[in-house]
């Protein structure tokens, strides 16, 4: 009896004795074989570059008439590939395929790492970034990198100061788009999150994640260096590089290092001697062109930060944003002592005070009390006055009057 898989093998060998016989003609660089000598003389030009198809219209050159034909298309306009979901058509038909699976929502390409899928190889590949961690595109201004070209073109405005994005209803302009929809709430007074624990509405979707935590009391993401609590990853990042010292952006003029951009540039005003921008109106000068729209703000009255939710407006953009803790709730300040919070580092000092009893204001406001006052000398020891408004007021007139006997 025979041998079956002797048999098997005996039938393979012979099959792949023909598939040799019938690609006689074997390519001396790769070693790639080919049924006819033309198909291998195309194969050639794969090593030797040469690319006998010219297009008349752009002078581009391509290695097979096939793909010039293709090509034509980009100038001609012809898209011979229609979909049959939503009619958009295509000039080539390897478009279509992807395209379809937009309807169909196959996804065939997932990753290994955490098991998510994409419908394009390249999405992987992209994707594939957020692993390992590769950002291949650097900006040549601060060296940060990104892992997406996309987000360098974007980081890039920083620094042009290039805002393409303008609202149709005031002119204001902004960097990216996104800021351009979430402006336009102001107009439109849209408010399109929710809190489902009261009920408050937000225009914007950040806002609305902050002033949860004030039902939550919930403050997740903690400094392991001093123990401080914010409700967003981004504002523990951004604070860790005080404990980091993490300076990426360095002064060409003097070589000193900042947290941010914005310092930096704040920072290079100092270099700039002259005073190139002068007001109009009381012809004061300035050595930045900032620093001379702060001004004006002056004589405008202008306040060209509105909050979303109010529509209260501000001079800069610091005061908008301590303005909005009223609305949010939130207390990012809180005392090492006895946990009590508070929205304003200001007031977390002061507070401090009763726990280290520290007065900063009693030596100087002592002296000019013993001057100026009638009250016994223990009674101004133990008076309220070393608080700052008292303090400012004292100093400012020379004279203090204790609050008992203010009118």
């Given amino acids: 009896m025979r041998d079956p898989e002797l048999n098997v093998i005996k039938l393979q060998t012979l099959l792949n004795n023909l598939e040799e016989a019938s690609k006689p003609f074997t390519c001396d660089q790769c070693g790639k074989s080919f049924s006819y000598k033309h198909h291998l003389v195309l194969h050639v030009r794969v090593h030797t570059g040469v690319k006998p198809f010219t297009c008349d219209q752009c002078g581009k050159s391509f290695s097979y008439k096939h793909h010039l034909v293709l090509h034509m298309r980009v100038h001609t306009g012809v898209k011979p590939f229609t979909c049959d979901q939503c ?12 395209h379809v699976r937009v309807h169909t929502g196959v996804k065939p390409f997932t990753c290994d790492q955490c098991g998510k899928s994409f419908s394009y190889k390249h999405h992987l590949v992209l994707h ?141 005003r100092v270099h700039a001697k002259e005073k190139l921008h002068s007001c109009h109106l009381c012809g004061k000068s300035f050595s930045c062109l900032q620093y001379l729209k702060e001004h004006q703000k002056i004589h405008t009255a202008v306040r060209e930060y509105m909050c979303f939710e109010c529509e209260n407006t501000f001079t800069t953009a610091q005061c908008l944003k301590r303005h909005e803790m009223i609305h949010t709730g939130e207390k990012p300040y809180k005392c090492s002592d006895c946990d009590k919070r508070f929205s304003d580092s200001g007031h977390l000092k002061r507070h401090e005070r009763i726990h280290t009893g520290e007065k900063p204001y009693h030596y100087r406001l002592f002296e000019l009390l013993n001057k100026t006052s009638s009250l016994p000398l223990n009674d101004i020891y133990t008076t309220s006055l070393y608080q700052p408004k008292y303090a400012s007021m004292c100093v400012r007139t020379g004279s203090c009057r204790p609050p008992a006997i203010l009118d």
């Avoid at 009619?87 to 992807?98: I, T």
């Avoid at 590769?134 to 042009?160: A, E, M, W």
């Avoid at 402006?183 to 509405?201: A, I, L, Y």
Wanted: proline fraction near 3%; include cysteine; glycine fraction near 6%.
């Fill in 128 to 268: 594939m970034r957020v692993h390992t961690g590769v950002k291949p595109f650097t900006c040549d201004q601060c060296g940060k990198s990104f892992s997406y070209k996309h987000h360098l073109v974007l980081h890039v405005r920083v620094h042009t100061g290039v805002k393409p994005f303008t609202c149709d209803q005031c002119g204001k302009s902004f960097s990216y788009k996104h800021h351009l929809v979430l402006h336009m709430r102001v107009h439109t007074r849209e408010k399109p999150f929710t809190c489902d624990q009261c009920g408050k509405r937000f225009s914007n979707k950040h806002h609305l994640e902050r002033h949860i935590s004030v039902h939550t009391g919930e403050w997740p993401h903690t400094s392991d260096q001093c123990g401080r609590s914010f409700t967003q990853k981004r504002n523990l990042m951004e604070h860790m590089k005080i404990h980091t010292g993490e300076k990426l952006y360095a002064c060409d003029q003097c070589d000193k290092t900042f947290l941010s951009a914005s310092y930096l540039k704040q920072h290079l």
């Fill in 87 to 98: 009619g958009k058509s295509f000039s080539y038909k390897h478009h279509l395929v992807l």
